[in-house]
């Protein structure tokens, strides 16, 4: 069982759940020690779970409030925000649209759609720069709750910019880089938030194919990435032994996990670590039965209830060269990386193999 310090501890895998309050509020306890958790969860797990993150509760439930209603909207006024491109990687992503892979090769990924497709839809917010090359798409045109959605979601991707820059920040001074080190490279950020629908699935889909998942196993593309999770689960990572382990929702903590090029920047000393969201073990009693108007679904047939998620992919400026971190590295030898690469171009050759 998990310690009061453990928010996972299973199969060699354990995740820490770490009070960040001295990162988040002034004057308040010893920030190396807090580094020092952050830093060892990450080298160890690749995953960490945060209290005392800075965001208050009722920001967050109306946050996943406002995500709620936008699912609810209408099919055709969501497909006339839809994603156009990895460039922009902004707007409405159809069910079934995006196949999550390790693979590069978009011809890889397209093959294994066969295997199931991602269950679930999604809205992708960048940075805001109305006179930028790519404009974020919001449902303001529509109505008046359109536009309470785009003042409330920039709101909060600035809450967890925020948030992104202090765990940078941790990292740093646990590395040893001290606290500012990350800030000119993260500021103002190419961050990405994305709100995450995994809509009722039939519990025939996962009889009928026993490798569905809502998620398919990947490791993210960035530095860092914020997730908020609803109640209802799912969330799973894979141990050191390949098992994949239960990451369960634990009320007012965010799990922070570090991405391919915060491993990379790292020269492999903290962990990209893969995870996937599957279908929760259920009783029979769990699952619900919809009419014809029940989100689409048959009369009397049985559907596993929905899932929603928050996540804020974090990243450096897109024209940032990364390069190995000093400190992490003795000698040119020791470096796994012997190029850098700039942040842009890893994240589109990533985006363009998984749409």
């Given at each position: 069982m998990p310690s009061s310090n453990e928010a996972v501890s299973e199969d060699s895998l354990s995740i820490p759940l770490i009070d960040f309050s001295s990162f988040t509020t002034p004057n308040t306890g010893d920030k190396s020690a807090t580094a020092d958790a952050v830093l060892?969860?990450?080298?160890?797990?690749?995953?960490?779970?945060?209290?005392?993150?800075?965001?208050?509760?009722?920001?967050l439930s109306e946050t996943f409030e406002l995500s709620k209603r936008f699912f609810e909207r209408p099919f055709e006024q969501k497909e006339a925000l839809r994603w156009t491109t990895p460039d922009a990687n902004r707007g409405y992503v159809s069910y079934g649209r995006e196949k999550s892979s390790q693979s590069l090769d978009k011809a890889t990924v397209d093959a294994s759609r066969s295997q199931g497709l991602d269950l679930k839809e999604s809205m992708e917010i960048g940075r805001e720069?109305?006179?930028g090359p790519f404009p974020n798409h919001w449902p303001d045109r529509f109505d008046e709750e359109g536009?309470?959605?785009?003042?409330?979601?920039?709101?909060?991707?600035?809450?967890?910019?925020?948030?992104?820059?202090?765990?940078?920040?941790?990292?740093?001074?646990?590395?040893?880089l001290g606290e500012?080190?990350?800030?000119?490279?993260?500021?103002?950020?190419?961050?990405?938030?994305?709100?995450?629908?995994?809509?009722?699935?039939p519990k025939e889909t996962f009889k009928s194919n026993p490798n569905q998942l809502r998620l398919g196993a990947h490791s993210d593309y960035g530095s860092i990435t914020l997730l908020f999770q609803d109640t209802v689960g799912g969330l799973q990572v894979q141990s050191p032994t390949g098992r994949f382990i239960n990451a369960t929702p634990i009320p007012n903590t965010v799990v922070v996990n570090a991405g391919d090029l915060l491993a990379r920047w790292a020269n492999d000393k903290i962990k990209s670590?893969?995870?996937?969201?599957?279908?929760?073990?259920?009783?029979?009693?769990?699952?619900?039965?919809?009419?014809?108007?029940?989100?689409?679904?048959?009369?009397?047939?049985?559907?596993?209830?929905?899932?929603?998620?928050?996540?804020?992919?974090?990243?450096?400026?897109?024209?940032?060269?990364?390069?190995?971190?000093?400190?992490?590295?003795?000698?040119?030898?020791?470096?796994?990386?012997k190029e850098a690469i700039r942040c842009k171009d890893h994240l589109v050759q990533r985006l363009a193999a998984t749409y």
């Amino acid at each position: 069982m998990p310690s009061s310090n453990e928010a996972v501890s299973e199969d060699s895998l354990s995740i820490p759940l770490i009070d960040f309050s001295s990162f988040t509020t002034p004057n308040t306890g010893d920030k190396s020690a807090t580094a020092d958790a952050v830093l060892k969860g990450f080298q160890n797990a690749g995953f960490i779970y945060l209290t005392n993150f800075g965001i208050p509760p009722e920001i967050l439930s109306e946050t996943f409030e406002l995500s709620k209603r936008f699912f609810e909207r209408p099919f055709e006024q969501k497909e006339a925000l839809r994603w156009t491109t990895p460039d922009a990687n902004r707007g409405y992503v159809s069910y079934g649209r995006e196949k999550s892979s390790q693979s590069l090769d978009k011809a890889t990924v397209d093959a294994s759609r066969s295997q199931g497709l991602d269950l679930k839809e999604s809205m992708e917010i960048g940075r805001e720069d109305p006179n930028g090359p790519f404009p974020n798409h919001w449902p303001d045109r529509f109505d008046e709750e359109g536009k309470v959605f785009k003042e409330k979601m920039l709101d909060f991707f600035q809450r967890c910019d925020d948030l992104h820059l202090k765990v940078m920040s941790a990292i740093a001074v646990g590395l040893g880089l001290g606290e500012d080190f990350f800030n000119e490279s993260c500021t103002p950020g190419d961050n990405n938030l994305r709100l995450l629908h995994y809509p009722p699935v039939p519990k025939e889909t996962f009889k009928s194919n026993p490798n569905q998942l809502r998620l398919g196993a990947h490791s993210d593309y960035g530095s860092i990435t914020l997730l908020f999770q609803d109640t209802v689960g799912g969330l799973q990572v894979q141990s050191p032994t390949g098992r994949f382990i239960n990451a369960t929702p634990i009320p007012n903590t965010v799990v922070v996990n570090a991405g391919d090029l915060l491993a990379r920047w790292a020269n492999d000393k903290i962990k990209s670590t893969l995870h996937r969201v599957v279908e929760p073990d259920r009783s029979e009693q769990d699952a619900v039965v919809l009419g014809e108007k029940g989100d689409g679904g048959k009369e009397g047939q049985e559907y596993y209830p929905a899932r929603y998620s928050i996540a804020h992919f974090c990243n450096p400026n897109f024209d940032v060269m990364i390069e190995t971190l000093p400190g992490t590295y003795e000698s040119e030898e020791d470096k796994v990386y012997k190029e850098a690469i700039r942040c842009k171009d890893h994240l589109v050759q990533r985006l363009a193999a998984t749409y």
